[in-house]
C-alpha cells in the first residue's frame, strides 16, 4: 500500500485530484472518476470544488453525520448540487450515528480528561468566555434552514454504504474515494465487502494529526488549534467514529492520502 500524507490542507489534496496531467492523445479523454463521502456543512467545501473540476467525473456524494447530522448534511449537499446544475450527481444518505460512539460516552470522557472544543451535533452552546465553538443541533431529524437556500431536490432511496460498494464493483481500480468527514460509510462498506478498499484506486482521507501543537501565529491556528488541547492526536473526523476510523486504516487500499 502506498501511502503519503498533504500536511498544507485540504485544498492542495483537491487540487492535485483536479489538476489534468499531460497524456496521450489516448488518454486525452479520459476523466478521473471519484467518490465524495463528506459531512457537507457548506457550499466551499470538497463536494463543490470536485463537481466544478475538470477531468474530474463524480459518480456520487454521500453523506454522513459529522460536523452537523447526517440530514442537514444531505440538505446541504443537494443545495450544492442544485447551485452548481449538477442534479444529476446522485446524493446518497449514509450513517447517522457512529458505531460505537455517543453523546454520553463522550460526556464520560471529558469528565476523566477534559473538555472538548468541537463535538459536532453534540456540541453545547457556549458559556460565557468559553469561547466554544456553535453549539450543534440537539435532534438528528430537525434540519435548520440552510443560509445557502434549502434545496428542492430529493435525495437518492439507496443506502451510502451499499451505493459505494456498487460504485466500485462497477468501477474496479478506477475510483478515488474522498472522504472528508468521519469514516462510517467507508467502515460499512468494508464490512459489507472485503474487497472494497482494495478495489479502489486511491483513498484521499481528512482526518488525524501530525503535529497538533507546533505553534504558528496566524488568527485560524489559533482557532483550530483549540481542538486539539485534550486530545493531541484525535482530530475531530476520528473522535467522532474511532471505530470506523480504525476498520478504514486496516484496509487493504493501493493508495492512501492522508490529509491531516
Known sequence: MAFRFVPVGCLI?????????????????ARRLVLIDDDVVSLNGA?????QAPGVEVLGITTTSGSVWRDTATAYALR????????????????????????????RWEGLYG??????????????GAGQSTPGTPSPSVVPSLPIGDPVTKPSGEIAAAFLVRMVRAHPHQITLFATGPMTNIALAQSLDSSF??????????????????????????EFAREFVNTPRREFNIRWDPEAARIMAHGAW???TMVP
Open 13 to 29: 489534496a483537491l487540487l492535485s485530484l483536479a489538476t489534468p496531467v499531460a497524456v496521450s492523445a489516448k488518454d486525452a479523454t
Open 47 to 51: 463536494p463543490a470544488l470536485l463537481l
Open 80 to 107: 450544492t448540487v442544485e447551485i452548481l446544475g449538477r442534479t444529476d450527481v446522485p446524493v446518497v444518505p449514509g450513517a447517522t450515528y457512529p458505531l460505537v460512539n455517543s453523546e454520553a460516552a463522550t460526556k
Open 115 to 128: 473538555r472538548l472544543e468541537f463535538k459536532g451535533p453534540w456540541t453545547e452552546p457556549a458559556s460565557a
Open 197 to 222: 478498499a482494495a478495489n479502489v484506486k486511491e483513498l484521499v482521507y481528512m482526518g488525524g494529526s501530525l503535529n497538533p501543537q507546533q505553534a504558528i501565529d496566524t488568527p485560524a491556528a489559533a
Open 254 to 256: 493501493p493508495k492512501v
